[in-house]
């Protein structure tokens, strides 16, 4: 497999132009490509980056991790079906280690643990970009693992859009978009409800791997989950191309938390609340020719509800109320201030709090705790026209003040805790040379670093103890690669390939003794990689997309039992491909396509030891639509098809089959992007 990602690592090298943003010098406007610019990150064209956009193909039913876990470089793991817990890794890092944002804003958190992306909601969504090893500077905050970047819709259109469904596990769904323009004003308003029983069969091994006398078929129980969620935005031109939005997402899930397969009658729940409001300006005239300016503040409020009456997920009966409230702003700007001279910079600045609560438990569920976080950075990228070579060099500096009030084993509040600062500087190099309009070659150097977060300086309990001396984590990334982008009439392909590295270093675990935990700088990380991904279109009808990984993940901490191992969760072979039948039209007013799934995961280990391997899997997918008179689409999709058997973590059993089936309707008279290239 490393082979085959290797060869064609010679190919993607293309989804180039090296300069399709606003800010591009003249000199790139004259080169040609074949990739659509809506298909090609925003933020960053140097960087190793992967984009979702509406031009998928159209499943009855999709989620973030999903869409996700089909792209090069990315780990999924989860902890059951839809709506359940989610986390990701990019190129072997860390949950930790990853930032999410959701137009602009941040949803980790300073208390830490990663973000659940089974709590992020799509049907908002307008675009995935995915930023491999690489923190665009217009982030502010770096991550070493990188950056997912979520966009919502733009109303450009009137429209009114509605859907309806459910499948396998009890699963119902509704959907309703409208979209209303009138002059410079602009609408959009989503609003989206799911529910699910998520009774789905496994097998249960009672706790007892050595024996199988005692395995039993069950169904899972306490999985149910219900949620709504939307997003109203209203948009204002006012001229010179400058725009004027306001936004306001809301996200409400309750659900049961199953815990272990092997609990035999689970009584606890979550609950899931979030708001967030926008106001944004933005302009491409304001700083002179192919210029961009943006200015961001926003509020979050997020409230957990965890409710364990029984204690059977935590040490404890737990009814613990935790709430988060953010906020905070960001300027980034780019301006042209020569043919071959870009220059860019971020200002970015927040304040979170964190409030937790428990009314059962005997020890309190965590201590408060404020962060002040705060970035500027500047980024030049020059253009060699003669050998048509492009430099970017960026330097930033990231600062956090972390509080808390602290309490100690019994419960009590001591005096304030001693305030944790840390400065840090980030650095990043790119180099990209132009071999042919059709052809690039891209490299790209970056220092980037995670500060510890609120619960690992100070603990969350009289288990898990805090450390205020801990050391930030820091991580030295590389990659190098081909991008190929190449189109005759309706057929083109686009294919990239990079070869990958990360040196982790201060890397934070809990170690364990007596009864605690403690934190504390004892761990370490030697990853290296070769990641691939392709997309193939012959006419207007077929299209192929496949990605596949090759990491080899090392522990290089401390601990003996781990040092050299294979870091848990980070599987050694990724492999996804899609193949595509699309828009066939079958009558005057009938068309259809049809899709296929294959996904291919091996060499995982749950523990870092590697005692406990994770079995190989491949699985299967289909699906079909068609698209009718009066703007109808009916689609169906399964997936899993052969009813594997499967999980990420022990004990946390994944659905085996499941199949949905949808009907949208559309007001407008044009079906999804992917139907008409």
Same mark, same amino acid.
């Given at each position: 497999?490393?082979?085959?990602?290797?060869?064609?690592?010679?190919?993607?090298?293309?989804?180039?132009?090296?300069?399709?943003?606003?800010?591009?010098?003249?000199?790139?406007?004259?080169?040609?490509?074949?990739?659509?610019?809506?298909?090609?990150?925003?933020?960053?064209?140097?960087?190793?980056?992967?984009?979702?956009?509406?031009?998928?193909?159209?499943?009855?039913?999709?989620?973030?991790?999903?869409?996700?876990?089909?792209?090069?470089?990315?780990?999924?793991?989860?902890?059951?079906?839809?709506?359940?817990?989610?986390?990701?890794?990019?190129?072997?890092?860390?949950?930790?280690?990853?930032?999410?944002?959701?137009?602009?804003?941040?949803?980790?958190?300073?208390?830490?643990?990663?973000?659940?992306?089974?709590?992020?909601?799509?049907?908002?969504?307008?675009?995935?970009?995915?930023?491999?090893?690489?923190?665009?500077?217009?982030?502010?905050?770096?991550?070493?693992?990188?950056?997912?970047?979520?966009?919502?819709?733009?109303?450009?259109?009137?429209?009114?859009?509605?859907?309806?469904?459910?499948?396998?596990?009890?699963?119902?769904?509704?959907?309703?978009?409208?979209?209303?323009?009138?002059?410079?004003?602009?609408?959009?308003?989503?609003?989206?409800?799911?529910?699910?029983?998520?009774?789905?069969?496994?097998?249960?091994?009672?706790?007892?791997?050595?024996?199988?006398?005692?395995?039993?078929?069950?169904?899972?129980?306490?999985?149910?989950?219900?949620?709504?969620?939307?997003?109203?935005?209203?948009?204002?031109?006012?001229?010179?191309?400058?725009?004027?939005?306001?936004?306001?997402?809301?996200?409400?899930? @309750?659900?049961?938390?199953?815990?272990?397969? #092997?609990?035999? $009658?689970? &009584?606890? !729940?979550?609950? =899931? %609340?979030?708001? *967030?409001?926008?106001?944004?300006?933005?302009?491409?005239?304001?700083?002179?020719?192919?210029?961009?300016?943006?200015?961001?503040?926003?509020?979050?409020?997020?409230?957990?509800?965890?409710? @364990?009456?029984?204690?059977?997920?935590?040490? #404890?009966?737990? $009814?613990? &109320?935790? !709430?988060?409230? =953010? %906020?905070?702003? *960001?300027?980034?700007?780019?301006?042209?201030?020569?043919?071959?001279?870009?220059?860019?910079?971020?200002?970015?600045?927040?304040?979170?709090?964190?409030?937790?609560?428990?009314?059962?438990?005997?020890?309190?569920?965590?201590?408060?705790?404020?962060?002040?976080?705060?970035?500027?950075?500047?980024?030049?990228?020059?253009?060699?026209?003669?050998?048509?070579?492009?430099?970017?060099?960026?330097?930033?500096?990231?600062?956090?003040?972390?509080?808390?009030?602290?309490?100690?084993?019994?419960?009590?509040?001591?005096?304030?805790?001693?305030?944790?600062?840390?400065?840090?500087?980030?650095?990043?190099?790119?180099?990209?040379?132009?071999?042919?309009?059709?052809?690039?070659?891209?490299?790209?150097?970056?220092?980037?670093?995670?500060?510890?977060?609120?619960?690992?300086?100070?603990?969350?309990?009289?288990?898990?103890?805090?450390?205020?001396?801990?050391?930030?984590?820091?991580?030295?990334?590389?990659?190098?690669?081909?991008?190929?982008?190449?189109?005759?009439?309706?057929?083109?392909?686009?294919?990239?390939?990079?070869?990958?590295?990360?040196?982790?270093?201060?890397?934070?675990?809990?170690?364990?003794?007596?009864?605690?935990?403690?934190?504390?700088?004892?761990?370490?990380?030697?990853?290296?990689?070769?990641?691939?991904?392709?997309?193939?279109?012959?006419?207007?009808?077929?299209?192929?997309?496949?990605?596949?990984?090759?990491?080899?993940?090392?522990?290089?901490?401390?601990?003996?039992?781990?040092?050299?191992?294979?870091?848990?969760?980070?599987?050694?072979?990724?492999?996804?491909?899609?193949?595509?039948?699309?828009?066939?039209?079958?009558?005057?007013?009938?068309?259809?396509?049809?899709?296929?799934?294959?996904?291919?995961?091996?060499?995982?280990?749950?523990?870092?030891?590697?005692?406990?391997?994770?079995?190989?899997?491949?699985?299967?997918?289909?699906?079909?639509?068609?698209?009718?008179?009066?703007?109808?689409?009916?689609?169906?999709?399964?997936?899993?098809?052969?009813?594997?058997?499967?999980?990420?973590?022990?004990?946390?059993?994944?659905?085996?089959?499941?199949?949905?089936?949808?009907?949208?309707?559309?007001?407008?008279?044009?079906?999804?992007?992917?139907?008409?290239?």
């Amino acid at each position: 497999m490393s082979i085959a990602l290797l060869l064609g690592g010679a190919a993607e090298l293309c989804s180039w132009t090296l300069r399709a943003q606003t800010a591009a010098p003249p000199v790139y406007e004259t080169v040609v490509v074949a990739e659509p610019l809506d298909e090609r990150p925003r933020e960053d064209l140097a960087a190793s980056a992967s984009v979702i956009t509406a031009d998928r193909t159209p499943r009855a039913a999709e989620s973030v991790p999903q869409l996700l876990s089909e792209q090069p470089g990315v780990t999924i793991t989860r902890l059951g079906g839809m709506g359940s817990t989610a986390t990701i890794s990019l190129r072997g890092s860390t949950s930790n280690q990853v930032l999410v944002y959701v137009d602009g804003v941040a949803l980790n958190t300073a208390t830490g643990g990663g973000v659940d992306l089974g709590a992020v909601p799509l049907g908002d969504m307008a675009r995935i970009e995915i930023y491999r090893g690489m923190s665009p500077i217009r982030f502010g905050a770096s991550a070493i693992g990188g950056v997912v970047s979520i966009t919502t819709v733009v109303p450009d259109e009137n429209r009114v859009e509605l859907d309806a469904g459910g499948g396998s596990f009890g699963t119902y769904y509704g959907n309703g978009r409208v979209a209303w323009n009138r002059g410079r004003f602009h609408l959009y308003t989503g609003v989206h409800a799911l529910t699910s029983t998520g009774d789905f069969p496994y097998l249960d091994n009672q706790n007892t791997n050595l024996t199988t006398t005692n395995n039993a078929w069950v169904v899972r129980r306490d999985n149910d989950l219900r949620q709504v969620d939307g997003t109203a935005k209203a948009v204002l031109d006012i001229g010179d191309r400058r725009q004027l939005a306001t936004s306001f997402a809301f996200f409400d899930r @309750d659900q049961g938390l199953p815990g272990m397969g #092997s609990i035999a $009658d689970p &009584h606890a !729940r979550l609950g =899931t %609340l979030r708001a *967030t409001g926008i106001v944004s300006y933005e302009s491409t005239h304001d700083l002179g020719l192919a210029s961009h300016l943006r200015a961001l503040a926003y509020g979050n409020y997020a409230l957990t509800h965890f409710d @364990d009456p029984l204690g059977q997920i935590n040490a #404890s009966k737990t $009814d613990a &109320h935790d !709430r988060t409230s =953010t %906020l905070g702003g *960001t300027v980034d700007w780019r301006r042209m201030v020569k043919s071959w001279l870009i220059l860019s910079g971020v200002l970015d600045g927040r304040y979170d709090r964190f409030s937790p609560s428990d009314s059962l438990g005997s020890v309190p569920s965590g201590a408060s705790a404020t962060r002040w976080f705060g970035a500027a950075g500047l980024e030049s990228d020059f253009w060699i026209e003669p050998i048509t070579f492009d430099i970017i060099a960026s330097l930033r500096v990231e600062a956090a003040h972390d509080e808390t009030w602290g309490r100690d084993f019994f419960g009590n509040f001591p005096p304030t805790s001693t305030p944790v600062s840390h400065v840090l500087p980030i650095a990043r190099l790119s180099l990209v040379k132009e071999v042919a309009p059709w052809a690039s070659l891209r490299a790209n150097a970056g220092r980037y670093a995670r500060f510890p977060s609120t619960t690992e300086l100070y603990g969350n309990t009289g288990y898990l103890q805090g450390n205020p001396l801990l050391k930030p984590e820091s991580g030295l990334n590389a990659d190098a690669g081909p991008v190929l982008s190449w189109s005759r009439a309706t057929s083109k392909l686009s294919w990239s390939t990079d070869a990958f590295m990360s040196f982790a270093t201060d890397l934070i675990q809990f170690r364990f003794g007596n009864g605690r935990a403690r934190a504390e700088n004892i761990g370490g990380a030697r990853i290296l990689g070769v990641e691939s991904s392709a997309t193939l279109e012959v006419g207007e009808h077929v299209r192929m997309l496949a990605s596949g990984t090759l990491t080899d993940s090392k522990d290089t901490s401390a601990i003996v039992s781990n040092n050299g191992r294979q870091l848990p969760l980070r599987p050694r072979y990724r492999f996804y491909a899609r193949p595509e039948w699309r828009s066939i039209r079958v009558a005057s007013r009938v068309s259809v396509g049809i899709y296929a799934d294959i996904d291919f995961t091996a060499g995982n280990y749950i523990d870092p030891t590697n005692l406990k391997p994770v079995a190989a899997r491949l699985l299967f997918g289909a699906g079909v639509y068609a698209d009718l008179p009066a703007n109808l689409c009916v689609r169906a999709s399964g997936w899993n098809l052969a009813n594997e058997q499967i999980n990420d973590l022990a004990g946390y059993p994944l659905p085996g089959r499941e199949v949905y089936l949808t009907l949208a309707w559309s007001s407008a008279n044009n079906k999804n992007k992917e139907q008409h290239p």
